[in-house]
């Protein structure tokens, strides 16, 4: 039962996973810092949903430099403790 619930859960968060196509990205303001954050805490989620849908990315093309790689980061190691802290 457990094993379903946690399923069901990477599904639902899976959701949040940053989509936008090639051509779009370059129309669009860049993400920063707070959006580097969540990428990175979603990543293993966003990480999943990428290999069945080409229209899924990891990584926001779109983002303003070093302040986004350092939420992203942030965020990656983040979800890392947490994911672990618990066992």
Excluded: Q, R
Aim: charged share 5%.
């Amino acid at each position: 039962m457990k094993n379903i619930i946690v399923i069901l859960l990477v599904i639902l968060i899976s959701g949040c996973a940053d989509s936008v196509s090639f051509n779009t990205a370059a129309n669009m303001e860049p993400v920063g810092f707070w959006y580097g954050l969540w990428h990175g805490f979603i990543f293993p989620f966003a990480w999943v949903v990428s290999l069945f849908s080409d229209s899924t990315a990891v990584y926001a093309i779109y983002n303003n430099g070093g302040w986004y790689d350092f939420g992203f980061f942030l965020g990656v190691c983040g979800f890392s403790s947490t994911a672990y802290s618990s066992s």
